[in-house]
């Protein structure tokens, strides 16, 4: 109720409010470097389950946006293109986690954008497991 719309990049805890509804680690990416600032996020209904949107936003007031959710089928997918209209759509599936990021740049432009935030996913930690038995 609190979050119905939309909550702003300057509010602390909107990596931590999203992961907890989609289930998947959200972070806040760094797009800086390519001259993107994080806009805000958004909770969105996504088939049976829910899914993130974060927004990015350049000097020039283009933006792009980056859709995470949960797989429906835990797999991992190669990066993938399309183009639809003046929108590019990059997206991949890595580590229980599904990545789009759309946005009306040069592909060249994009696929930049989708490396970093592939670079700075963020990495689960190792399953704890069972101690050997002792002799």
């Given at each position: 109720?609190?979050?119905?719309?939309?909550?702003?990049?300057q509010?602390?805890h909107?990596?931590?409010?999203?992961?907890?509804r989609?289930?998947?680690p959200?972070?806040?990416?760094?797009?800086?470097?390519?001259?993107f600032?994080?806009?805000?996020?958004?909770?969105?209904?996504?088939g049976?389950?829910?899914?993130?949107?974060?927004m990015?936003?350049?000097?020039?007031?283009?933006?792009?946006?980056?859709?995470?959710?949960k797989p429906?089928?835990p797999?991992?997918?190669?990066?993938?293109?399309?183009?639809?209209?003046?929108?590019?759509?990059?997206y991949?599936?890595?580590s229980?986690?599904?990545?789009?990021l759309?946005g009306?740049?040069?592909?060249?432009?994009?696929?930049?954008?989708?490396?970093?935030?592939?670079?700075?996913?963020?990495?689960?930690?190792?399953k704890p497991?069972?101690?050997?038995?002792?002799?």
């Amino acid at each position: 109720p609190r979050h119905a719309v939309e909550v702003k990049a300057q509010e602390e805890h909107l990596a931590r409010w999203l992961t907890r509804r989609i289930d998947v680690p959200v972070k806040l990416f760094d797009l800086r470097e390519q001259g993107f600032e994080l806009v805000g996020g958004r909770l969105l209904p996504d088939g049976a389950g829910k899914s993130a949107q974060l927004m990015y936003q350049d000097a020039q007031g283009l933006r792009v946006t980056v859709y995470l959710r949960k797989p429906d089928v835990p797999t991992d997918a190669a990066f993938r293109y399309e183009r639809q209209g003046d929108l590019g759509v990059f997206y991949w599936v890595e580590s229980g986690a599904g990545y789009a990021l759309v946005g009306a740049l040069p592909k060249e432009q994009l696929l930049a954008l989708a490396e970093s935030i592939y670079k700075q996913h963020p990495v689960e930690p190792p399953k704890p497991t069972e101690p050997a038995a002792s002799r």
